[in-house]
């Protein structure tokens, strides 16, 4: 069965051409919601961190592991840029190779064979070319 943004076009041999952007889309919408899904993440780090270093003096341990969040914070963060950035190739696929199956089908159109005129009747209505 198709997806969104999917054509089906007869070929020259009779059969049917498939191809279509909805794939793309399906994986750009997937890794967009994978980068909103990331998004609360330093936040709720951050509230659970909150207090945590208060009161301990100086234990080596709650250093660490700031330095633990910190390189976590910048991993989600690294995360989520590149799939921003991978969401808008995959939408950029999805154009392209739409411009690319329209271009082919000029292509095929400019080399199709044209139909062969039907012959005209000829003036005495008797057929002449016997």
Same mark, same amino acid.
């Given at each position: 069965?198709?997806? &969104?943004?999917?054509?089906?076009?007869?070929? /020259?041999?009779? @059969?049917? !051409?498939?191809?279509? $952007? *909805?794939?793309?889309?399906? =994986?750009a919408?997937?890794?967009?919601?994978?980068?909103?899904?990331?998004? &609360?993440?330093k936040?709720?780090?951050?509230? /659970?961190?909150? @207090?945590? !270093?208060?009161?301990? $003096? *100086?234990?080596?341990?709650? =250093?660490?592991?700031?330095?633990?969040?910190?390189?976590?914070?910048?991993?989600?963060?690294?995360?989520?840029?590149?799939?921003?950035?991978?969401?808008?190739?995959?939408?950029?696929?999805?154009?392209?190779?739409?411009?690319?199956?329209?271009?082919?089908?000029?292509?095929?159109?400019?080399?199709?064979?044209?139909?062969?005129?039907?012959?005209?009747?000829?003036?005495?209505?008797?057929?002449?070319?016997?």
């Amino acid at each position: 069965m198709g997806q &969104p943004g999917d054509r089906q076009e007869p070929n /020259a041999s009779g @059969g049917v !051409l498939k191809h279509g $952007g *909805g794939v793309w889309l399906r =994986a750009a919408g997937g890794v967009e919601g994978m980068c909103t899904h990331l998004g &609360p993440v330093k936040p709720e780090l951050e509230t /659970a961190h909150e @207090g945590l !270093l208060a009161g301990t $003096g *100086g234990l080596t341990a709650m =250093a660490e592991l700031g330095a633990v969040r910190e390189s976590w914070t910048r991993r989600f963060e690294a995360a989520r840029g590149e799939c921003r950035a991978l969401a808008g190739k995959l939408r950029a696929v999805a154009r392209i190779q739409g411009g690319t199956d329209e271009t082919v089908r000029s292509a095929l159109a400019s080399v199709s064979p044209e139909p062969e005129p039907e012959p005209s009747p000829s003036p005495s209505g008797r057929d002449e070319a016997r």
